[in-house]
Structure formats: C-alpha cells, structure tokens
C-alpha cells in the first residue's frame, strides 16, 4: 500500500502563490512512476492539474500553464506544485495522485482545499 499526505492548501488572493507537498510513504513507495496533482471544483469532475514521472518529464493542463510548476523528490518520494498567479477558478480541492508501477495500480491522497479570492 502506498500512503498519501497533502499538505499547503489554504486562503489566497487573487494573484498570490500557493505551494502544495505530497509526501508518499508504504512498502513501494519508492516504485512510484507517476505522481501528480488533480483538481475538483464544486459540482465538477476531477481534473489533471500536473503530473511528473520519475524521469522528470511533465505533464500540465492547458489552464495551468506557465502559472504552476510540479516538481518531486525523489529520495523523499515527496512531490510540489508551485502555485503562482492565482486565479479565482483555481478554487478546488486538490488531490495528489501517484501510480505504483510495482503494485499496478493508483492512489489518490485525501485533498487539500485551495481557496483563491477574487
């Protein structure tokens, strides 16, 4: 099993800056190819905000471009997103996710709200 801990969510104005952390912890937790942030919004579905594989190549969605950066630790298995230039409909719930490659299967961290007043 692999264990997910989100933390850094909070209240921000409008253009102010967030960072989030998602530390990772289990028996194979060090195999965990994928790990990134979703986001749900209020009677809306779950979205991709960002992933990052173990290489380091990444993976944004298109309303996030350019204003957040993920980033991981490997030796920590911990991953970030810093949040920049933050906007109202960046309110949400934010969901780290991780894909084990030596279970086969995904994990979802409890959320974090983020809430980005306007």
């Known amino acids: 099993q692999v264990q997910l801990v989100e933390s850094g969510g909070g209240l921000v104005q409008a253009g102010g800056s967030l960072r989030l952390s998602c530390a990772a912890s289990?028996?194979?937790?060090?195999?965990?190819?994928?790990m990134g942030w979703y986001r749900q919004a209020p009677g809306q579905q779950r979205d991709l905000v960002a992933t990052i594989a173990s290489g380091g190549s990444t993976n944004y969605g298109d309303s996030v471009k350019g204003r957040f950066t993920i980033s991981r630790d490997n030796a920590k298995n911990t991953v970030y997103l810093q949040m920049s230039s933050l906007k109202s409909e960046d309110t949400g719930v934010y969901f780290c996710?991780?894909?084990?490659?030596?279970?086969?299967?995904?994990?979802w961290g409890q959320g974090t709200q983020v809430t980005v007043s306007s």
């Open positions: 289990g028996s194979f937790s060090s195999s965990l190819v994928v």
């Open positions: 996710y991780t894909y084990s490659g030596r279970l086969g299967r995904s994990y």
